[in-house]
């Protein structure tokens, strides 16, 4: 298993870049054992592995490009949480790290529980799904077949996959699962230098993926 040093520099980066959640970003700081951790905005301490998993709380996204129809394998909508992808706290943050002059456009879609958000961007598309699956089960088996699915690609673990199960892809893409959720960003169709730091896609991908993340957790704790 392969670690990425580079993960945890884009996840400090990510962090700070939080002010459309709604509140101060995480902080990386030590715990008491010495290990890396955090300090949430509340003041809580999450030790390396600890899940920034949300409560139950929920909120409504509002995207008003939504174009979501009743899906035959369950619920007629996605739930407020999995829309955040699409909404202004994840448009906002996407603009900061890209140091765009004004928000990407963007188009959603729901079909079969996936609910998709397509940003589109000047060098390409970036896009996010939340596959929602009816229990945890069912969501580690989704994700595990997607991860056999995907060659080449290498587990995020210690404290860079958020305490959740987490892989990427050279080509662009990560995936996190949470709970009955799995979060894939996808920027393989954008160039080899992203944005004014000109990060691959992959960091770019993990860099979205921390932020939607961590605003589920700042609007949910």
Not at 9 to 16: K, M, Q, T
Not at 91 to 98: A, E, M, S, V, Y
């Amino acid at each position: 298993m392969k670690r990425n040093p580079w993960y945890a520099v884009l996840l400090a980066a990510s962090l700070l870049s939080l002010a459309g959640c709604g509140g101060a970003a995480p902080a990386a700081t030590p715990n008491a054992t010495g290990e890396p951790g955090m300090t949430m905005a509340t003041g809580q301490s999450m030790a390396a592995g600890e899940s920034m998993a949300p409560s139950s709380g929920t909120q409504q996204a509002g995207n008003p490009e939504h174009q979501a129809s009743p899906s035959a394998s369950g619920a007629a909508e996605p739930s407020p949480a999995t829309q955040m992808i699409c909404a202004e706290e994840t448009k906002d943050n996407i603009t900061r790290i890209l140091a765009l002059q004004t928000p990407p456009h963007s188009v959603d879609s729901w079909a079969d529980q996936i609910y998709t958000c397509t940003y589109h961007l000047s060098d390409g598309p970036l896009v996010l799904t939340v596959k929602e699956s009816p229990d945890p089960a069912a969501a580690h088996t989704y994700f595990d077949a997607a991860q056999a699915a995907d060659a080449g690609n290498q587990s995020i673990d210690g404290l860079t996959n958020l305490g959740f199960p987490a892989f990427s892809n050279d080509r662009g893409s990560v995936t996190f699962l949470k709970d009955s959720t799995t979060l894939t960003v996808d920027a393989s169709a954008l160039p080899a230098a992203v944005g004014p730091h000109a990060i691959t896609p992959k960091e770019f991908a993990y860099e979205v993926a921390s932020t939607v993340l961590a605003c589920w957790k700042e609007h949910h704790s």
